[in-house]
């Protein structure tokens, strides 16, 4: 079991690892030691000094994720850092586990998705649930996704990688525009009480801070169903990428179709590079 001043143990030992100068303050006369204090923070991120104490000494644990948000953005919290943050403020406040009322995200493929997959398979296509995770794919969409980081860990999640994965925003040169897009389509694909869709946004909140929660306060826009995405994968360089979207029951398939001749060479390339490098295997398996 957890302590329950882990959450306040981590806070202030942030507070006291970043100088003034790293938040935006001026340096000031010497001090007795580094860090900032408690009323430096509050200044920098509109949390009151005295809530701030609570939350160190560990007399709340219960702190919005609008909260964690303004404290990870005033510290200057890595990635890993306001993951941890926000693991620790669930352990704290014990609601790690999710509401019940509301059904979770589709998760099972049909056996028809996968008969339709498997008909696509020389088609980059991916199915995803109404969170944006990945369920089933084609090899195609394998060679496509895999060397950019789209299909890392054990559910993978497209709008997780946007805003979380330092990668992405070179995987995709027009970032600003698909993560508009992919926060519509969340938007879209729940109702806002929902409260699976609560807790991946909390999460996002923290972890990625500004640039999600400004998407997700932005007035709703209606997704788009088709288009072209330019993305750059690691082997063959920018590819421009017609796509469109089938909505079925809780999910969607995404099938992507080479925008121009350059983009169309180099997905031949790129199965013919996969080709060669599973033969290669095969020939060293024995």
Request: with cysteine; net charge negative; proline share 7%.
């Amino acid at each position: 079991m957890s302590d329950d001043r882990e959450l306040g143990t981590f806070l202030r030992s942030c507070r006291e690892a970043i100088t003034p100068s790293q938040a935006g303050l001026p340096g000031g006369p010497r001090r007795r030691t580094p860090g900032l204090r408690r009323a430096e923070l509050a200044a920098v991120s509109g949390v009151s000094v005295d809530y701030l104490a609570r939350l160190e000494q560990g007399r709340d644990r219960h702190p919005s994720p609008q909260i964690l948000a303004a404290l990870a953005d005033a510290l200057r919290l890595s990635s890993n850092e306001r993951v941890q943050l926000r693991n620790l403020a669930k352990e704290a406040s014990g609601a790690d586990r999710l509401c019940p009322g509301r059904l979770p995200p589709e998760r099972d493929v049909r056996p028809t998705m996968w008969a339709l997959l498997d008909r696509m398979e020389g088609t980059p296509a991916v199915l995803l649930n109404r969170l944006g995770e990945t369920l089933a794919h084609t090899s195609a969409y394998e060679r496509l996704a895999g060397p950019i980081g789209l299909l890392d860990g054990h559910l993978p999640s497209r709008i997780r990688f946007l805003f979380t994965d330092d990668r992405a925003r070179t995987a995709y040169p027009d970032w600003d525009r698909v993560a508009d897009e992919q926060v519509a389509a969340l938007k879209a694909g729940s109702s806002r009480d929902d409260p699976h869709l609560g807790h991946l946004v909390d999460e996002l909140t923290v972890v990625a801070g500004g640039p999600f929660i400004e998407r997700w306060q932005a007035p709703p826009t209606v997704p788009h169903r088709t288009g072209v995405d330019r993305l750059i994968h690691p082997e063959v360089g920018e590819l421009r990428l017609a796509y469109e979207t089938l909505d079925t029951d809780g999910q969607h398939l995404i099938t992507y179709l080479p925008a121009d001749d350059a983009t169309s060479a180099a997905l031949d390339a790129l199965d013919r590079l996969n080709r060669h490098l599973a033969k290669v295997l095969h020939a060293v398996r024995g």
